[in-house]
C-alpha cells in the first residue's frame, strides 16, 4: 500500500466513527496524475446523488504528459462500492450531523483507492482540546529525548 495523500485538515475538524475503503472511477491520464503525486484532498467532500455517491471537489491535476483530452482537474468522480454499503451510507447520513469525508488516496497494488470516512463535526471546544493533547504528546516526546 503506497500512500498518495492524506486529508490532514479532516482529521482535525472531524470525530471519524467509522472508515470504508471505496474504488474511484478515473481515466487513465488521472492514474498517471496520481501516481506522479498531483492530488490534493484538501477541499474535497463526497455527495450522494442519485443513489450514487460522488466525490466532489477533489483537486487531480492535468497529465503533464498527456494531449488535449485530459480531463478537467476538478471533475465529480464516482466512488465504486457495493449497493448494500451505499444503502447503510445513506441511512446513516440521514442522522443528524453526519457527513461522508475522503481520508486518504492510496494504491494496492495497481489499483487507486480513496478512504472514506463518516464523521461528525467537532466543536470548537473539541478541537481545542485535541490541541491541548498534541501539544502535551510533543511535550512528553521532547522529555524523552531529552532524557536519554
Given at each position: 500500500?503506497?500512500?498518495?495523500?492524506?486529508?490532514?485538515?479532516?482529521?482535525?475538524?472531524?470525530?471519524?466513527?467509522?472508515?470504508?475503503?471505496?474504488?474511484?472511477?478515473?481515466?487513465?491520464?488521472?492514474?498517471?496524475?496520481?501516481?506522479?503525486?498531483?492530488?490534493?484532498?484538501?477541499?474535497?467532500?463526497?455527495?450522494?446523488?442519485?443513489?450514487?455517491?460522488?466525490?466532489?471537489?477533489?483537486?487531480?491535476?492535468?497529465?503533464?504528459?498527456?494531449?488535449?483530452?485530459?480531463?478537467?482537474?476538478?471533475?465529480?468522480?464516482?466512488?465504486?462500492?457495493?449497493?448494500?454499503?451505499?444503502?447503510?451510507?445513506?441511512?446513516?447520513?440521514?442522522?443528524?450531523?453526519?457527513?461522508?469525508?475522503?481520508?486518504?488516496?492510496?494504491?494496492?497494488?495497481?489499483?487507486?483507492?480513496?478512504?472514506?470516512g463518516l464523521c461528525k463535526g467537532k466543536k470548537l471546544h473539541d478541537k481545542r482540546q485535541s490541541i491541548k493533547e498534541k501539544d502535551i504528546?510533543?511535550?512528553?516526546?521532547?522529555?524523552?529525548?531529552?532524557?536519554?
Amino acid at each position: 500500500m503506497k500512500i498518495i495523500d492524506k486529508n490532514k485538515k479532516a482529521f482535525f475538524d472531524y470525530f471519524i466513527d467509522e472508515k470504508l475503503e471505496a474504488g474511484i472511477a478515473l481515466k487513465g491520464s488521472e492514474v498517471k496524475s496520481i501516481r506522479a503525486g498531483d492530488v490534493s484532498l484538501k477541499d474535497c467532500f463526497c455527495h450522494i446523488d442519485s443513489g450514487e455517491i460522488v466525490l466532489k471537489n477533489c483537486y487531480i491535476a492535468p497529465y503533464s504528459k498527456g494531449s488535449y483530452f485530459n480531463e478537467e482537474p476538478r471533475r465529480d468522480r464516482k466512488l465504486l462500492l457495493h449497493r448494500r454499503e451505499i444503502d447503510r451510507l445513506i441511512g446513516k447520513i440521514k442522522e443528524k450531523g453526519f457527513t461522508i469525508i475522503p481520508l486518504t488516496i492510496y494504491f494496492t497494488d495497481r489499483l487507486v483507492k480513496l478512504e472514506i470516512g463518516l464523521c461528525k463535526g467537532k466543536k470548537l471546544h473539541d478541537k481545542r482540546q485535541s490541541i491541548k493533547e498534541k501539544d502535551i504528546e510533543r511535550e512528553q516526546q521532547r522529555e524523552i529525548a531529552n532524557y536519554k
